[in-house]
């Protein structure tokens, strides 16, 4: 079983409003609609920080030209849909 604690946070009167709003539409808990809104934001965070550390001091036409390369070496093929032409 995971370990769990707790985490008490102030925010301002009409956010938590507005929270419980939310959780009430989405019918779970307001502590189940932070746990999420929580997670989600912080594998955001990260995967901004990945890319972030991984590009560096790339410049932009750099990546530009690696990403054209790459999509140059895609074989060319009907779309699935129309939304998906060029």
Known sequence: MTKRSVLTIRVPEELKRRLERLAHSQGVSL???????????????????????????????????GFDLTLSKAKAREPFAPEDEL
């Open 31 to 65: 502590n189940q609609l932070a746990l999420y809104a929580f997670s989600k934001e912080a594998s955001s965070l990260e995967t901004q920080l990945f890319f972030s550390q991984r590009l560096g001091q790339k410049k932009r036409s750099n990546i530009l030209a």
